[in-house]
Nanobody, 116 residues
């Protein structure tokens, strides 16, 4: 079992920055990949960025160069540094953990709102 708790969302103006955190607890040594996804109203949940246990990263084209995903040394917390935010980045951001056994866990989500 893995529990994920996101934090760091909020309301910002276009061009500003936010840093999201996802704290994992439970069977953290079973986590292979952590990632951030987002879902805007009326839309599907889309990939934002992922990071593997050995530090490999992957980004959606829409955020590459603006967002950076990272993990702490203990690999218990994943971060999403979001710079140059745009109104179209407005969404609920969810943290996802995929275990080595391919079981998937989701956090409860954190709202990010970017005003123009």
């Amino acid at each position: 079992q893995v529990q994920l708790v996101e934090s760091g969302g909020g309301l910002v103006q276009a061009g500003e920055s936010l840093r999201l955190s996802c704290a994992a607890s439970g069977s953290i040594f079973s986590i292979a990949t952590m990632g951030w996804y987002r879902q805007a109203p009326g839309s599907q949940r889309d990939l934002v960025a992922t990071i593997t246990s050995d530090g490999g990263t992957n980004y959606a084209d829409s955020v590459r160069g603006r967002f950076t995903i990272s993990r702490d040394d203990a690999k218990t917390t994943a971060f999403l540094q979001m710079n140059s935010l745009k109104p179209e980045d407005t969404a609920v951001y969810y943290c996802k953990a995929v275990l080595f056994g391919l079981k998937v866990y989701w956090g409860q989500g954190t709202q990010v709102t970017v005003s123009s």
